[in-house]
């Protein structure tokens, strides 16, 4: 019998490819939710921006604050969404309110909460702590040096958990166990990850850039207001990579699942189920 489509081991541009495909076969359920997500705390800081500029005031600040920490409670919420998403679409459900729904729980949210504190805060201190010894150098050179050492750990941490989203949700596994967990399964393989993402993002960036070519040429046509091409197309690029971002190393742990662990059509299904 042949091994179902999306349960084969997926080489770079497939992977990518299907990460799109999953975002616009699940477009309505993920739009709301990212404009759930995202909309009320980009509010939250604009209108502080505009009264912190307009005169200083604390409502602003406060305004502010609040706002950024919407912003990140509102990445860690569209992150549960999206697991749960493409962990119904490669098992062959769809998708809907009700089944995103009824599989958020205070519970699930608040692991998801502490297990991404865990990975910012392990994937953060190392960079940091080598950025601030370049910068109290006061030498350009090594301080030039120092920033692309802190990026490229940066980017080998994050590589090695990546993964801590979908396994807190599909395999109940929390915390610092989430992030063993995560270690464990990109190990061996974490080249081909950083690869992959990199890739992806290129794809976004050219989104973006196509995004902005199409509107720019339908305001001309229709002889509206040009300027707003790029905002209209920066929002398009954003929404696109953000969610697509979320969703690629989701559908790459199973990917990597199928190849260390062999996991089955079936097995998916019942997890995807319960989750």
């Known amino acids: 019998m042949d091994t179902p489509r999306l349960m084969r081991p997926g080489s770079v541009l497939r992977l990518s490819l299907e990460s799109v495909a999953i975002l616009f076969r699940n477009f309505p359920v993920l739009f709301v939710s990212f404009l759930l997500s995202f909309v009320p705390a980009m509010l939250l800081v604009v209108i502080g921006t505009v009264l912190i500029v307009i005169n200083a005031s604390l409502v602003g600040i406060i305004l502010l604050v609040l ?15 999206v697991t749960i998403v493409v962990a119904l679409d490669v ?28 990975v910012g805060i392990t994937i953060s ?19 030039v040096l120092c920033s692309v050492v802190a990026l490229i750990l940066l980017l080998a941490l994050a590589v090695r958990f990546m993964f801590t989203s979908p396994i807190v949700i599909m395999e109940h596994i ?8 995560s270690q464990a399964l990109s190990a061996g393989l974490r080249w081909r990850i950083l690869g992959n993402y990199l890739f992806l993002e290129f794809m976004a960036f050219f989104a973006g850039g196509l995004a902005y070519f199409i509107v720019y040429l339908l305001l001309l046509v229709l002889h509206g207001p040009v300027s707003m091409a790029l905002p209209i197309s920066y929002i398009f690029a954003y929404i696109f990579g953000v969610s697509v971002g979320l969703i690629f190393p989701t559908r790459l742990y199973y990917d990597i699942r199928i190849r260390k662990e062999a996991l089955e059509i079936e097995t998916l299904r019942e997890v995807a189920a319960v989750a």
């Open 67 to 81: 706002g950024y920490v919407g912003l990140l409670a509102g990445v860690l919420y569209y992150s549960v969404v």
């Open 91 to 118: 098992a062959g459900h769809k998708a809907g309110f009700m089944q995103i729904t009824r599989r958020i729980h205070v519970g699930v949210v608040w692991a998801v909460v502490i297990t991404g504190l865990l």
């Open 125 to 143: 201190i190392p960079p940091g702590i080598v950025f601030i010894i370049g910068l109290m150098t006061n030498n350009q050179v090594i301080f």
């Open 174 to 181: 929390r915390y610092v166990a989430a992030l063993k967990r």
